[in-house]
Nanobody, 115 residues
Framework: QVQMVESGGGLVQPGGSLRLSCAAS????????MGWYRQAPGKERELVATMIRGGRQNYADSVRGRFTISRDNAVNTVSLQMNDLKPEDTAVYYCNAQTPWTQYWGQGTQVTVSS
């Protein structure tokens, strides 16, 4: 069973930066789309940023210009560089990998933006 393992969450002050990373526990032959979602208390899970295998990126309007997604297809990893963090970015962030047959989710990593 493939697992997506996330790291890099934590507590940061407004305006600060964090980098999230995610790696698959075993080789996934084909990953079409790889990215990050988040879920704040009392809200539905929402897309943050995704990147298709060919490199095209998609961002939520609320993070565009502040967050940058990157992936390494050779080792099935995806990262999210988050700059100029705001209190409204506070949420549990989930890594996601979509194949032609199924999708995999990470267990989530908490990001808290507070002074």
């Amino acid at each position: 069973q493939v697992q997506m393992v996330e790291s890099g969450g934590g507590l940061v002050q407004p305006g600060g930066s964090l980098r999230l990373s995610c790696a698959a526990s075993s080789r996934i032959p084909i990953i079409n789309n790889m990215g990050w979602y988040r879920q704040a208390p009392g809200k539905e899970r929402e897309l943050v940023a995704t990147m298709i295998r060919g490199g095209r990126q998609n961002y939520a309007d609320s993070v565009r210009g502040r967050f940058t997604i990157s992936r390494d297809n050779a080792v099935n990893t995806v990262s999210l560089q988050m700059n100029d963090l705001k209190p409204e970015d506070t949420a549990v962030y989930y890594c996601n990998a979509q194949t032609p047959w199924t999708q995999y989710w990470g267990q989530g990593t908490q990001v808290t933006v507070s002074s």
